[in-house]
C-alpha cells in the first residue's frame, strides 16, 4: 500500500505540467526562528499567517530537527545532505569547500541535472567564504540592516556606514554585536530581506524554458530585530508571553549542558537587569511576524506567476532560539528550544493540510528534493527522504532526528524521547510528553536504561575530526578561494 503512494506521489510531480516536465522548487529558508509558529502552537506571540496558509496548503512537519543549532553547521548540512558528523563543520567557524572540495552541495546536483539555479538573501553561512558563486547561475546577495555593524574583510563589499540616529535603538549598550531592536528609519520595502524577496518575486514572474530551484534566505527574524513599526505596533507590550525559565533548571544538567548554556547566560542577565526581557520578546515576536509577511509576499508572487501549478514549496528555518528557556540567550544548545524548526512541503502530490508527527530532519530534505525532482543523487546523503511520509504522514514509526553540536556532543528525537549524550559521557533524558519544557533530566533514574541504551543506538558511530578554522586558510573574497596556510 505505502509504495503504491508513494509511486501516486512521484508520479503526481511526475506529471504536474504539461509533458511530464520537471517540477521547480521553492526553498524558502527563515534564519533562527523557532518553533513560534501558529501552526505549530507552541507560543502565544506566535503570529504567522502566512506560513500557516502554506501549512494548510501542504504537510507540516511538527517534529522537525535541525542537524545542529547553529547556522553554518545545520545550513552546511542541509545543502550537502552529510551530517555534522560525517563532515567535520561543527561549528561557524568552519568553512565547507576548502575541507570539501568534492562534496556536492544541492544547487549543484540540480543544475547537473539542467535546473536554473538562482538565490537570493542568507542559504549559506552569511560571513565571507560560505557560499561559492560557482554554485549558482544567478544569486542576489544579502543586504544587511545594519552594515554599520558589517563593514571589513568579513562582509565583504561592505564600507564603512553611520548608524541611524539613536543607535543602539534598544537602549542596551551594545557589549555584543548584534544585539539590538527596533525599526529603521526607512521604508519598508528597503529593508534587506524585502529588497532579496522582491528580486525573487520578479524572477518568478518570468516564464522560462528551464525547471528552477530558486532559494531564498530570510534573516529574519535573526539579530538584530530590526522591523517596520507597523510589526512592532501588532503586539502589545502587556500582551507578551515570557518563556519558562526556572532559576534552578540547569541543577540537573551535566557539565557540558551547563557549558554550553553558559555561553549565552550573561547576555540573558544584562538584558533581564536593564528590565528588557519582556520588550525583547515583543521584538522577536515582531521579527517573526515580519519574515512570515514577507514569506506571504513569495507565496502571492508564486501564486500570480506561470509556475503557481508546478513548483513545489518548501518553508523552514536553520535552527530555533531561546529567549531565557535554561538560562540562556541565542542557540547553540541540543534543548528542543535551538533544535526544533518548522518544516512544510507543499506540491503536487500532497494532501493539503495534513501533518505529520514523525521526527524528521533538515538533512531529510536533500534526498527529498533530488526525488521529487527526479534528480539522482551523485553521492552519499546521510538524511532519508521524506516521500514516504509525504504519501502517508503515519508510515515510518521508527524514524528519528539527529542533532549535533561541536564534536561529540549528540542529541536523538524519537518517539516521546530527547536524548542527549555529551562528548564526556554527560547524559540528558527528558520525557517531551510529561515534561515539555524538559525541566525534570531522567538520565540517571532507575529504570531508563534500557530506553537510553535503545536511544544510544542511534548516535552517530563516527565523528569526524573537526575542520580545520578559519584562520588556517588566506581567503581571497575576489577570486573565491582559499589557500591554506604554511
Ligand atoms: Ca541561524
Redesign the pocket.
Same mark, same amino acid.
Given at each position: 500500500m505505502k509504495v503504491i503512494q508513494i509511486i501516486t506521489v512521484l508520479a503526481a510531480f511526475a506529471s504536474s505540467s504539461a509533458a511530464g516536465a520537471k517540477p521547480n522548487v521553492l526553498l524558502i529558508l527563515a /534564519? /533562527?526562528l523557532n518553533d513560534w509558529v501558529g501552526a505549530l502552537t507552541s507560543h502565544p506571540n506566535a503570529r504567522t499567517p502566512n506560513i500557516d496558509r502554506l501549512a494548510g496548503s501542504g504537510m507540516l512537519f511538527r517534529q522537525a530537527y535541525a542537524a545542529s543549532p #547553529?547556522?553554518n553547521p @545545520?545550513?552546511t548540512a542541509l545543502l550537502l545532505g552529510l551530517a555534522p558528523a560525517t563532515t567535520g563543520i561543527y561549528d561557524n567557524g568552519h568553512w565547507w569547500r576548502p575541507h570539501l572540495p568534492e562534496a556536492v552541495a544541492l544547487p549543484e546536483a540540480f543544475r547537473r541535472a539542467g535546473y536554473h539555479v538562482a538565490g537570493g538573501g542568507k542559504i549559506f553561512h552569511h560571513t565571507a567564504g560560505f557560499n561559492p558563486p560557482d554554485l549558482w547561475d544567478e544569486y542576489f546577495d544579502l543586504r544587511f540592516d545594519d552594515p554599520w555593524d558589517r563593514a571589513g574583510q568579513a562582509y565583504p563589499g561592505i564600507g564603512p556606514v553611520r548608524p541611524p540616529p539613536g543607535h543602539p535603538l534598544a537602549g542596551m549598550t551594545p557589549f555584543r554585536h548584534e544585539l539590538d531592536w527596533g525599526s529603521l528609519p526607512i521604508r519598508d520595502a528597503d529593508y534587506g530581506d524585502a529588497r532579496t524577496v522582491a528580486w525573487a518575486a520578479d524572477f518568478l514572474r518570468q516564464g522560462r524554458a528551464q525547471p528552477f530551484l530558486l532559494a531564498v534566505g530570510l534573516f529574519h527574524p &535573526?539579530l538584530p530585530w530590526y522591523a517596520p513599526q507597523e510589526f512592532f505596533a501588532a503586539f502589545e507590550a502587556d500582551q507578551t508571553v515570557l518563556p519558562a525559565a526556572p532559576a534552578d533548571d540547569l541543577a540537573d544538567v551535566p557539565a557540558e549542558g551547563r557549558r554550553l548554556a553558559g555561553r549565552g547566560a550573561e547576555v540573558f542577565e544584562a538584558i533581564r537587569a536593564a528590565g528588557k526581557w519582556s520588550e525583547a520578546v515583543r521584538a522577536y515576536a515582531a521579527n517573526i511576524a515580519f519574515a512570515d509577511a514577507l514569506v506571504g509576499r513569495l507565496l502571492d508572487a508564486l501564486e500570480q506567476s506561470p509556475h503557481a501549478g508546478n513548483t513545489v514549496v518548501v518553508f523552514a @528555518?536553520? &535552527?530555533g532560539f531561546h529567549l531565557g528557556e535554561k538560562q540562556h540567550w541565542y #542557540?547553540s544548545t541540543l534543548w528542543e528550544r535551538a533544535t526544533h524548526v518548522p518544516l512544510v512541503i507543499r506540491g503536487p502530490g500532497v494532501a493539503p493540510g495534513s501533518v505529520c508527527d514523525r521526527p524528521v530532519s533538515l538533512l531529510d530534505l536533500y534526498p527529498t528534493l533530488l526525488e521529487l525532482a527526479g534528480v539522482p543523487a551523485v553521492s552519499r546523503l546521510d538524511g532519508r527522504s521524506l516521500t514516504g511520509l509525504l504519501a502517508d504522514p503515519d508510515s515510518e514509526p521508527n524514524r528519528h532526528a539527529g542533532i549535533t553540536y561541536l564534536r561529540g556532543n549528540h542529541a536523538v528525537r524519537r518517539g516521546r524521547w530527547l536524548y542527549i549524550r555529551y562528548r564526556d559521557g554527560g547524559e540528558e533524558l527528558y520525557d517531551r510528553e510529561a515534561d515539555p519544557h524538559e525541566l525534570a533530566n531522567l538520565a540517571d533514574s532507575e529504570g531508563r536504561s534500557d530506553v537510553k541504551r535503545a536511544l544510544g543506538e542511534l548516535l552517530p558511530r563516527e565523528n569526524a575530526a573537526a575542520a580545520p578554522l578559519k584562520n588556517a586558510y588566506v581567503f581571497d573574497a575576489k577570486a573565491y578561494s582559499w589557500v591554506p596556510k604554511p
Open positions: /534564519d /533562527d #547553529k547556522c @545545520s545550513r &535573526h @528555518s536553520d &535552527h #542557540k
